[in-house]
């Protein structure tokens, strides 16, 4: 008899928010923290400017394209990409301690991004977000109205491009149609729910 | 660009809850089907007696051992086994209907019968039921009340050995602790709701 069946200990999952811009995964990471959900949320550091409403420290890490040279230097991140010109990068030592501490650790990241988090961790647990359909996705860049006409078609061919690979990469496929954030969030958090209960639990370690 | 990731087709779950004597299948599956979510339930032929409280066609369908024998021989269970000398099958033409009708389907089932739902159906979704430890079981066994010692011992038995199999053959292990009810039916639930989102969706058919 396995001793183990009974209180099976929980192994921390690392999770992956990921899809096209415009999606919403702030959006859905953020109504996760709202809710007070016990995950370690993890701060991106990025060389891009700040948006109005973003705080440094809280949406992501905000530093000079200096600052992140020398952190790719002392090979202090995760992984790392150049979106559209920007950088961003996951700071190694916070998901390190965040899975020490036992708590499922959440990343919002690109599909750059999670690509390179899955050559990393087989067992991480990577989430695509997808709107309901093309249009909402257009309108939503649209709207964010941050971008030029070019890069919005850009991003816009990037996504369709990206959508392309989900079924090879992701776990999980999950919509998050307008006015429906609250489900969005509410089915990654049975995903999360029912990941702890399989009898083959992911594991990473960093 | 996949035209089918917006707006994917849902693909039918067969589901099996199972688990030894006395975790509580029946408290647990009767719970679903109370609150009336959108599931068809399989309702499992036996030959054994009908006990207090139980409802044929409702709990079992209840028939002699000269039918459940014309129905073996006329290849109308999808399986079927003897425990504990009594016999259980599942009526093949049920199911096949219920997973046409697009429904995820349910179905309550020992150990022995999950097997062979496998061997049958390698994308079956397959969750084992346990107690928070093993004197939890024992008493729920001895406040049943319809066994003998002997009886008791036996099942006992068996449900240390199947709990060995239960990472191999199932893929998820859910907790039916005391009181806790309707948390192993959320959990449940959850389950299933993350399934419909996986980017590779099982696929039975029959």
């Known amino acids: 008899m396995q001793p183990n069946l009974y209180n099976r200990q929980k ?14 995964k702030d959006s859905v ?3 996760m923290r709202e809710r007070g959900l016990p995950f370690h949320f993890v701060i991106t550091a990025t060389s891009r400017p700040q948006r109005p409403h973003e705080i440094d420290g809280v949406d992501y890490i905000f530093v000079s394209q200096d600052e992140f040279q020398r952190m790719l230097e002392h090979d202090e991140l ?8 920007q950088q961003k990068g996951i700071p190694k030592e916070q998901v390190r301690q965040a899975l020490d501490s036992g708590l499922d650790v959440v990343m919002r990241i690109d599909v750059q991004g999670a690509r390179a988090i899955r050559a990393l961790f087989e067992d991480a647990l990577l989430i695509f977000l997808v709107t309901q359909n093309e249009d909402e996705l257009v309108r939503r ?10 890069a919005m078609k850009l ?52």
């Open 141 to 150: 860049l649209k709207e964010r109205r941050t971008e030029s006409p070019e």
């Open 29 to 31: 990471v953020n109504r």
């Open 155 to 206: 991003r816009l061919d990037m996504a369709r491009q990206e959508m392309e690979s989900v079924d090879d990469l992701f776990d999980y496929c999950v919509v998050n149609a307008d006015s429906q954030l609250d489900a969005a969030v509410d089915t990654i958090v049975d995903i999360i729910n029912a990941e702890h209960q399989r009898t083959k639990p992911r594991k990473v370690s960093l």
């Open 78 to 85: 995760l992984e790392h990409a150049d979106v559209y010109g």
């Open 11 to 24: 192994e921390p999952l690392l999770i992956v928010i990921s899809g096209p811009s415009g999606v919403g």
